[in-house]
């Protein structure tokens, strides 16, 4: 590819080669972090928009099926500079104006670059305008797969997590059984769920009315909710028993009975913990909502498979990029919605 851009193939080289001076020559002062921020994400950018430049010329006259697609040195390069721009907006701080705006600064500049249209020579891009149609309806259907599975995983997990906290018996059973719904394959649990779904569908029709089914939806819901609950349990569990005893007692002391001690004190101090299960539910669950490919149910799974299928490299990158920018999204929203809800504990872990 390099030959296709002439005297541009050497920018990206010089690019890493100050980056790499900065990184071993500088201090760690914020000064320096800056520098080398700033010049990663410039190697970031412009190792995108040079592909387009080689695609561009190298399918000029080509057939129209003719497809360039970036090679995996490029994306081990662009995947290393944005490692040092996280690393740097780091060392800036994430929350300083200056660390903000080093964070949008490749986010804007690829979205930039899409929406001028200069990209669209880029395989990947090809591919998505031959599945335009398909794309974003799979993209809803996977969101849509993953929200309602991780709505019915809170409610399930968090009642699991109570039961488990408030009955020392109850607690070694519980966590055994949404711990083997984690030892349990992708497929396998599809497969395990498609005989019983099949006769419950055959057998009760306003199931099968609803779309209810071995094959569909129904499948791929409960497993994604299956896979979500040791997450929630095991931080609703953890932030109820992370509650001060002093705390307790003095709620008891004033007269409370012990459900307004957990309604009213212990869950809204656990909620923290309990937010953070809820986030490490739903980033997981996202990733995992790709078996709707294995169950005929779609999602962004089926570009992936379909890819796979035919050979094609950019159709199976159309899929995990999709994938990747939605999980780092919902992380983002996630995030954003635990500084909200608990403020004074934003930076709360998870457990689990």
Not at 11 to 36: E, I, N, Q, T
Not at 172 to 189: D, E, K, Y
Not at 284 to 290: C, H, I, L, M, R
Not at 301 to 311: H, I, M, P, R
Request: hydrophobic share 55%.
């Amino acid at each position: 590819m390099t030959h296709a851009l002439g005297p541009w193939a050497s920018l990206p080289v010089v690019l890493l080669l100050a980056v790499a001076g900065l990184s071993l020559g500088a201090g760690r002062d914020r000064r320096s972090a800056s520098a080398r921020g700033w010049l990663a994400a410039a190697l970031v950018l412009a190792l995108v928009a040079l592909c387009e430049v080689a695609a561009r010329r190298l399918l000029a006259g080509a057939a129209p099926f003719a497809r360039v697609s970036i090679g995996g040195g490029v994306w081990v390069a662009v995947f290393v500079a944005y490692a040092l721009v996280v690393a740097s907006r780091r060392e800036m701080g994430r929350h300083t104006p200056a660390g903000r705006a080093l964070g949008a600064a490749v986010p804007t500049g690829i979205a930039a670059l899409l929406a001028s249209g200069r990209l669209h020579d880029l395989g990947i891009l090809m591919e998505y305008r031959n599945w335009a149609d398909r794309f974003w309806t799979e993209v809803a259907r996977h969101l849509a797969y993953a929200a309602i599975s991780v709505g019915v995983a809170v409610v399930i997990g968090v009642g699991l997590g109570v039961l488990a906290y408030v009955s020392a018996r109850s607690e070694r059973s519980v966590f055994a059984t949404v711990s083997l719904f984690q030892t349990i394959p992708g497929l396998a649990m599809i497969g395990i769920l498609v005989g019983p779904f099949a006769w419950l569908s055959h057998t009760v029709p306003a199931l099968r009315a609803v779309g209810f089914g071995g094959l569909g939806w129904a499948p791929v819901i409960v497993a994604l909710t299956l896979y979500a609950l040791l997450a929630i349990a095991r931080n609703t569990y953890a932030g109820l028993a992370g509650v001060p005893p002093a705390t307790v007692d003095a709620a008891l002391g004033m007269g409370m009975t012990r459900g307004q001690v957990l309604t009213r004190v212990q869950l809204p101090l656990a909620m923290p913990v309990l937010f953070s299960g809820m986030r490490t539910a739903a980033e997981q669950t996202v990733g995992n909502a790709t078996l709707g490919a294995f169950a005929a149910a779609g999602t962004l799974g089926l570009f992936v498979t379909q890819g796979l299928a035919e050979q094609s490299p950019d159709l199976v990158l159309l899929g995990a990029v999709a994938l990747v920018v939605l999980a780092l999204a919902v992380d983002s929203l996630m995030r954003a919605a635990q500084r909200l809800i608990t403020p004074r504990h934003g930076g709360t872990e998870a457990v689990a």
